[in-house]
C-alpha cells in the first residue's frame, strides 16, 4: 500500500514538473529565475504536501493494516471455534449415526443368520428326505437285483449239479471200453444215416473171405461190371480214450518226459488201431486197397492229425485213413461223388489220390481243430471243476 502511495506522490510530481515546464516554455515574457524560483517553490510545497500526505497516508494505512490483521484474526478465530463446533456437532452426529447404523447391521445380521439357519434346517430335512427315500429306493433296488442274481446262481447251481451228474454218468459210461466202443459206433451210424442211403453201406460184415471178423461198417461201392458185385470200403470205430486222456494230463502238468511219453503211447495205440483194420478188413479185390479208422472226439482226432508223421505212416504202412466227426462227412461225400461215374478197377487207386487231395484240404483244419480241443478241454475243466464244487 505504501509502495503504491509512493508511486502516486511520484507521479504527481512528474506531472507538475512537466506542468510546469510547459508553463515555462509557454511563458516566455517572465523571466527564467522567478519561474525557476516559482517552480523550486512550488515543487517544494509540492513535495512537503507530497511527504507530509504520504506520512499520513502511511500512518492511515498502517493504522488499516493492522484494524484489517485485527479483525482478520478475530474473524479467522470465530471461524475457527465455529468450525470446530460444528465439526464436535458432526462428529457426534457421526458417532450417533454409526451406532444406529451399528445397531440395524446388527439387527439385520442377527435377522438374516435366523433365516438362513431355518432355510438351512428346511433344506437339510428336504436332503435328509431325498436321500433317504433314493437311497431307501436303490438299496431295494440293488437288493431286488442282488436277489435276483442269486436266484439265478441257485438255477445255475441246479443246472451244474445236473450237468454234474451228467458228466458222472458220461464218465462211468467212457470208462467201461465196451460201452465206450458202443458210443463211437452209435455215433458214426449216425453220420452215415445223415449222408448215405441204408443200401450204400452196410453194418457187421465180414469183408475178407474166410474171415469171421465182422467190421462196423462197409460203404459199399459198385463194381466194374454189371453183375452187381460191390466193392467194400471198411469204416471201423476206434476210441482210444485212456491215452488222450493220458496226454491231456501230462499237457496239464507241463513236464516235457511225460508228454513224449504219453505221445508215444497214444501212437503206439493208433498204430495197433490201424494194423488191425487192415489185417483183419482190407482184402483186395473185395475191398478196397485201403480203411478208414473214425475217431469219435473232435479233440483225439486234432491230437493225431497234427502228427503228420503219423498220418503218413498209416497211410504208408497200413493204408489206412483217419477222419473225426467233422471230416467224416465231408469224405463220405467225396467218396460218393467220386465213385459214381467210375469204374471199380480205377476207383480203388484214384480214391486214393482223392482221399490225400481231401487230406490235404482238411489239413487245414489241424490248428482248427486244435483250437477246438483246447476249448473242449477247458469246458471238460469248468465241468470237473464244477462238479467238485457241486460235491463240496
Excluded at 17 to 45: C, H
Excluded at 113 to 132: G, I, P, Y
Aim: glycine share 6%.
Amino acid at each position: 500500500m505504501i509502495e503504491t502511495l509512493l508511486i502516486a506522490l511520484l507521479v504527481l510530481v512528474t506531472g507538475s514538473l512537466i506542468v510546469s515546464i510547459i508553463l515555462l516554455t509557454r511563458d516566455r515574457r517572465f523571466d527564467l529565475d522567478e519561474r525557476q524560483d516559482r517552480m523550486e517553490k512550488s515543487l517544494k510545497e509540492e513535495m512537503s504536501r507530497g511527504r507530509g500526505e504520504a506520512s499520513l497516508n502511511s500512518k492511515q494505512l498502517r493504522e488499516e493494516i493492522v484494524n484489517s490483521m485485527s479483525r482478520i484474526s478475530n474473524l479467522q478465530k470465530d471461524q475457527l471455534d465455529i468450525f470446530s463446533k460444528q465439526l464436535s456437532t458432526l462428529t457426534q452426529s457421526n458417532e450417533q449415526r454409526m451406532d444406529r447404523l451399528r445397531e440395524t447391521v446388527e439387527a439385520r445380521l442377527k435377522t438374516l443368520q435366523e433365516d438362513n439357519a431355518k432355510k438351512l434346517d428346511q433344506m437339510r430335512e428336504t436332503v435328509d428326505e431325498k436321500l433317504h427315500t433314493t437311497l431307501e429306493k436303490r438299496l431295494g433296488e440293488s437288493f431286488k437285483l442282488v436277489s435276483e442274481k442269486l436266484k439265478m446262481v441257485h438255477e445255475g447251481l441246479g443246472e451244474m449239479k445236473s450237468l454234474a451228474v451228467g458228466v458222472g454218468d458220461l464218465k462211468k459210461v467212457l470208462s467201461n471200453v465196451k460201452t465206450r466202443g458202443i458210443l463211437g459206433e452209435l455215433q458214426l451210424e449216425n453220420i452215415l444215416e445223415q449222408i448215405l442211403t441204408p443200401d450204400q453201406y452196410a453194418r457187421n460184415v465180414a469183408t475178407k473171405k474166410g474171415s469171421r471178423d465182422n467190421v462196423e461198417f462197409a460203404i459199399k461201392l459198385p463194381g466194374k461190371d454189371d453183375s452187381g458185385q460191390v466193392i467194400y470200403l471198411p469204416l471201423d470205430s476206434k476210441f482210444p480214450l485212456e491215452d488222450y486222456h493220458s496226454l491231456l494230463d501230462a499237457h496239464e502238468h507241463g513236464d516235457p518226459s511225460v508228454i513224449e511219453a504219453a505221445t508215444k503211447l497214444l501212437e503206439n495205440t493208433i498204430k495197433k488201431c490201424a494194423r488191425e483194420i487192415r489185417d483183419k478188413y482190407i482184402d483186395p479185390p473185395n475191398t478196397t486197397d485201403f480203411g478208414i479208422m473214425f475217431l469219435p472226439i473232435e479233440g483225439l482226432y486234432a491230437e493225431v492229425v497234427r502228427r503228420t508223421s503219423l498220418i503218413e505212416v498209416l497211410q504208408r504202412d497200413f493204408k489206412i485213413i483217419i477222419t473225426g466227426p467233422t471230416t467224416l462227412a465231408a469224405i463220405l461225400n467225396s467218396l460218393q461223388m467220386g465213385f459214381r461215374t467210375l469204374a471199380v478197377e480205377k476207383r480203388s487207386s484214384e480214391v486214393w489220390m482223392l482221399l490225400g487231395a481231401v487230406k490235404t484240404e482238411f489239413g487245414k483244419f489241424g490248428d482248427i481243430l486244435e483250437k477246438t480241443q483246447k476249448k473242449l478241454q477247458e469246458a471238460g475243466n469248468t465241468i470237473e471243476g464244477a462238479a467238485r464244487k457241486s460235491r463240496t
